[in-house]
T-cell receptor
């Protein structure tokens, strides 16, 4: 069974640009969550989608947005990039809503903003 | 306010000995706890979980202990192997809320 797939793996963008990251969850999983990992900060929750609806949102500015499609694939978008947005962005999928069962992570997208 | 705390940023253990990684939480609503292992440039890998109705869960070399009164959980790895060297994250959730992660503990198993 294929795991969680995130594309692209690496990305370099310039300040002020926008970026879209993609996540394909494990087949049959309906919940997708996004996390940002920066050095020394652990994993910070961005948002969670279940059946195309945003269920939870973390404490990030409105420049960070996401959506989920009917096939459970999810995208997150960051507009007006700032240097501080450089991080590893991780997507996790789970069968049920996050917190009810274990979540499985993709390999992440390493975003560098220059 | 950090709801899940891993107070040891790093830990070194000899191969074959026991590794004990600790995690404290503050939110009494948390009822489901997980440990993840992460290698550089990879996503976290699920290791083991425990619900609040239990105080111990074992899976091979990995055992998680939960002390609800102390709001403390620990992960024991016995015996430790060099391949266990990674960053370990503790995570918690409650009432279908998103997973809240600690900042991680870097484990180094020395041969």
């Amino acid at each position: 069974k294929a795991g969680v797939t995130q594309t692209p793996r690496y990305l370099i963008k310039t300040r002020g640009q926008q970026v879209t990251l993609s996540c394909s969850p494990i087949s049959g999983h309906r919940s997708v969550s996004w996390y940002q990992q920066t050095p020394g900060q652990g994993l910070q929750f961005l948002f969670e989608y279940f059946s195309e609806t945003q269920r939870n949102k973390g404490n990030f500015p409105g420049r960070f947005s996401g959506r989920q499609f009917s096939n459970s694939r999810s995208e997150m978008n960051v507009s007006t990039l700032e240097l501080g947005d450089s991080a590893l962005y991780l997507c996790a999928s789970s069968l049920l809503v996050t917190g009810a069962t274990e979540a499985f992570f993709g390999q992440g997208t390493r975003l560098t903003v220059v | 306010d950090q709801q899940v705390k891993q107070n040891s940023p790093s830990l070194s253990v000899q191969e074959g000995r026991i590794s004990i990684l600790n995690c404290d939480y503050t939110n009494s609503m948390f009822d489901y706890f997980l440990w993840y292992k992460k290698y550089p440039a990879e996503g976290p890998t699920f290791l083991i979980s425990i619900s609040s109705i239990k105080d111990k869960n074992e899976d091979g070399r990995f055992t998680v202990f939960l002390n609800k009164s102390a709001k403390h959980l620990s992960l024991h790895i016995v015996p430790s192997q060099p391949g266990d060297s990674a960053v370990y994250f503790c995570a918690a959730s409650g009432g279908n809320t998103p997973l809240v992660f600690g900042k991680g503990t870097r484990l180094s198993v020395i041969a």
